[in-house]
T-cell receptor
Framework: GENVEQHPSTLSVQEGDSAVIKCTYSDSASNYFPWYKQELGKRPQLIIDIRSNVGEKKDQRIAVTLNKTAKHFSLHITETQPEDSAVYFCAAPSSNTGKLIFGQGTTLQVKP | GAVVSQHPSRVICKSGTSVKIECRSLDFQATTMFWYRQFPKQSLMLMATSNEGSKATYEQGVEKDKFLINHASLTLSTLTVTSAHPEDSSFYIC?????????????FGDGTRLSIL
């Protein structure tokens, strides 16, 4: 079945440094890749997404890159701030049903 | 736009009680809604896909008789946890999409924290 692998499971950086989270997916027909940020006890919030017709997308300090050939995509956060601390999930949809398959999550800690 | 409302936000009840959770899309019609369960420090696990006017599709290992899903309209899906037990305690989250295509964002409700004593 479809699968999404996410690494690392935890990531600790100093404020101002960059953070990179990587995901691989198995469904070669997937064409949409969202990233969610989840703070403790709250719902996942979409922070950026990318469709398969582009290789990179940026939104201020956040960027996502996509390599369809290798079936992996990455989240890049530059100039990290303590408020970036949260759990980040990547996801890829089943091309047939639209259901999202989530990665295992990355707990990001940004130290002041 | 794309607001999803989920109620209640928190439930604490005794073992054996049935609990109903509602998920509403407030400003769009959702042909499909999804129900997830999330245990502490774990990822979101899809329980079932709810389609308006038809039976829900359950993921492997999810008991359909225990987790009853009803999607009676294009804006409302309900999840009923029947005869809940302590092991059912979890964070339940719904999401909704406008149409089933592989490139649509899902919009999440605020979640329901269920605690069974």
């Amino acid at each position: 079945g479809e699968n999404v692998e996410q690494h690392p499971s935890t990531l600790s950086v100093q404020e101002g440094d960059s953070a990179v989270i990587k995901c691989t997916y198995s469904d070669s027909a997937s064409n949409y890749f969202p990233w969610y940020k989840q703070e403790l006890g709250k719902r996942p919030q979409l922070i950026i997404d990318i469709r398969s017709n582009v290789g990179e997308k940026k939104d201020q300090r956040i960027a996502v890159t996509l390599n369809k050939t290798a079936k992996h995509f990455s989240l890049h956060i530059t100039e990290t701030q303590p408020e970036d601390s949260a759990v980040y999930f990547c996801a890829a949809p089943s091309s047939n049903t639209g259901k999202l398959i989530f990665g295992q999550g990355t707990t990001l800690q940004v130290k002041p | 736009g794309a607001v999803v409302s989920q109620h209640p936000s928190r439930v604490i009840c005794k073992s054996g009680t049935s609990v109903k959770i509602e998920c509403r899309s407030l400003d769009f019609q959702a042909t499909t809604m999804f129900w997830y369960r999330q245990f502490p420090k774990q990822s979101l696990m899809l329980m079932a896909t709810s389609n308006e006017g038809s039976k829900a599709t359950y993921e492997q290992g999810v008991e359909k008789d225990k987790f009853l899903i009803n999607h009676a309209s294009l804006t409302l899906s309900t999840l009923t946890v029947t005869s809940a037990h302590p092991e059912d305690s979890s964070f339940y989250i719904c999401s909704a999409i406008r149409e089933v295509r592989g490139n649509q964002p899902q919009h999440f409700g605020d979640g329901t924290r269920l605690s069974i004593l």
